[in-house]
């Protein structure tokens, strides 16, 4: 089982709809998780972290926890074209540096 | 402007050669990291560096070497003994205290000829 599971997607969704974006983990004991955007061919940037279960909102982006199933998600309302990307869930377990990034969710947003 | 910055973008290795990545931070963050990205594959961990004068190795360790003589630079060095070196590098730093918020820089992609 890989330590953090993604969907590699794509996820096609129409322009204004909600993308809903998951991640699976499998350490128990991990404490920080992360949503990174990546376009292609180009570097990751940090959209979302998430320490604490619940859901945590930022403008159009929500991040969603649940440790106790083991799962991270991310929903992106009114979805724009410029959303279209890769879609790197981290998670952070163990020491402070061991920070493990899943292969990415391609989102393609429709016009 | 703040941020960190990797060079070059682009980079060509003949066969057993050795090459450096550069990488630079200007954050004031304690911790630097080395990652290497293939197409369809996650990040992966090459070495890490919580403080100066200390790294640690990463997942894939073998046929790199790293240096932290300075908090501001960890430069990558990808040897001859990496056999399949073509890929994306990327650098990141993060502050101390147990979070990682990390910080990407550009990227270096690198292409064996």
């Known amino acids: 089982q890989k330590e953090v599971e993604q969907n590699s997607g794509p996820l096609s969704v129409p322009e204004g709809a909600i993308a809903s974006l998951n991640c699976t983990y499998s350490d128990r004991g991990s404490q920080s998780f992360f949503w990174y955007r990546q376009y292609s061919g180009k570097s990751p940037e940090l959209i979302m972290s998430i320490y604490s279960n619940g859901d945590k909102e930022d403008g159009r982006f929500t991040a969603q926890l649940n440790k106790a199933s083991q799962y991270v998600s991310l929903l992106i309302r009114d979805s724009q074209p410029s959303d279209s990307a890769t879609y790197l869930c981290a998670v952070r377990s163990g020491g402070y540096q061991k920070v493990t990034f899943g292969t990415g969710t391609k989102l393609q947003v429709i016009p | 402007d703040g941020g960190i910055t990797q060079s070059p973008k682009y980079l060509f290795r003949k066969e057993g050669q050795n090459v450096t990545l550069s990488c630079e931070q200007n954050?004031?963050?304690?911790?630097m990291y080395w990652y290497r990205q293939d197409p369809g594959q996650g990040l992966r961990l090459i070495y890490y560096s919580q403080i100066v004068n200390d790294f640690q190795k990463g997942d894939i360790a073998e046929g790199y070497s790293v240096s932290r003589e300075k908090k501001e630079s960890f430069p990558l060095t990808v040897t001859s003994a990496q056999k399949n070196p073509t890929a994306f590098y990327l650098c990141?730093?993060?502050?101390?205290?147990?979070?990682?918020?990390?910080?990407f820089g550009q990227g270096t992609r690198l292409t064996v000829v």
């Open positions: 954050l004031n963050h304690d911790a």
């Open positions: 990141t730093s993060s502050p101390s205290g147990g979070y990682f918020e990390a910080f």
